[in-house]
């Protein structure tokens, strides 16, 4: 950790010691140099195996920016442009759509009409086979609503029809390895014991039954069954599959580092992350509700940057106008204060007002 960052550390040991499953970490980029990077707490659920320095965690929707970006390394590359029709490279793809309204969450695929079985989940053709001839709930480009579970395949079978890799294959060659990211969607053998346990997992289900969270949130996270369930998303079998909706595994440096190299003009051109991270579709996001919210491609953008958080607590952030990139990452299910509150005590070290 850089000199005079040490409110940062202050701050991130109150949170990990509030943590009552495992630990958490977080990373920030500024200025061009690191100046953060820390993890504290417990890898495992029954606290006898310590977070380390290369300790890997799924952090839910954070994963779909680099979902969406392997869809925009393609743009850039001139092999897929954003206002081409989906079918072009996906034919049996029912819901018309362009590339641009599927990458800003404005194609209604968003919710399974007839409930499926936990197997669907980890079934990469039969999932997408499924989704191909679903009905959309509303017309492409007519509302917003974050696909929460199926963004990656949606956009990943796209990326495999024009490439022929799969996204976690494209990811790991074309994205992160490239820029020393060590954020990966489906884990081979050699990294299942890197990854951390998520805690508090069954609390997450149970905030869905609250009257102020919409119906449709949680018929697009529960169904297939398995994403808020802890023996799924422990288990071994659904760290291997490719869901890249939600289940990358990452450090807080390998997620903070995809939005530093942004910043940077790395990834991507600078003019295509311009148009990526400006809103391209505003409105109530009919799966999330709430105020009034706006979609870039494949990431969230408000006045202060573009990003994405994940439901349980994990976040990551580029924030341009202050020049700086932020990842906070947990194991332990919760709400983003405690991102909030370590990014407040950052953005205090630099001299910059709360967000």
């Not at 960052?5 to 500024?30: C, D, I, N, Y």
């Not at 392997?70 to 072009?88: F, K, S």
């Not at 802890?230 to 071994?236: E, K, L, M, R, Y």
């Amino acid at each position: 950790m850089a000199e005079g960052f040490e409110p940062v550390r202050e701050a991130f040991q109150q949170v990990v010691e509030a943590q009552s499953g495992t630990g958490a970490a977080v990373a920030a980029w500024h200025d061009g140099r690191w100046v953060v990077d820390l993890w504290g707490g417990w890898a495992d659920a029954g606290r006898t195996r310590a977070w380390q320095p290369d300790s890997i965690v799924m952090p839910y929707s954070v994963t779909k920016a680099f979902t969406a970006l392997c869809a925009l390394v393609l743009v850039d590359r001139g092999r897929l442009d954003l206002d081409d029709p989906v079918q072009r490279h996906w034919p049996e793809f029912r819901a018309g759509a362009t590339v641009r309204q599927l990458l800003s969450h404005q194609v209604g695929l968003v919710a399974l009409a007839d409930p499926a079985s936990p197997d669907l989940l980890l079934d990469w053709d039969a999932l997408c086979a499924q989704l191909a001839r679903e009905e959309p709930l509303w017309q492409s480009g007519m509302a917003i609503g974050e696909s929460a579970l199926f963004y990656g395949h949606l956009v990943g079978e796209l990326v495999r029809r024009i490439d022929g890799r799969t996204l976690g294959g494209f990811l790991r060659d074309e994205i992160c390895a490239p820029n020393g990211l060590d954020f990966q969607v489906g884990l081979g053998e050699a990294d299942l014991a890197r990854a951390v346990d998520l805690t508090g997992v069954a609390h997450l289900a149970d905030d869905l039954e609250s009257p102020e969270r919409p119906d449709l949130l949680r018929r697009a996270l529960l169904n297939p069954p398995g994403a808020l369930d802890p023996d799924t998303v422990n288990s071994a079998a659904f760290r291997r599959a490719e869901i890249p909706a939600i289940n990358g595994h990452g450090t807080a440096r390998g997620v903070a580092g995809l939005y530093a190299a942004l910043l940077a003009g790395r990834i991507i051109s600078p003019s295509l992350r311009d148009k990526s991270t400006s809103a391209q579709a505003r409105g109530v996001d009919r799966v999330m509700g709430g105020a009034e919210r706006a979609w870039g491609l494949g990431f969230a953008v408000d006045d202060a940057g573009y990003g994405m958080g994940g439901i349980g607590g994990s976040l990551g952030w580029a924030c341009p106008q202050d020049g700086y990139a932020f990842a906070f990452v947990t194991g332990t299910m919760g709400g983003h204060d405690r991102a909030d509150a370590v990014e407040t005590a950052f953005r205090e070290v630099l001299g910059l007002p709360p967000l």
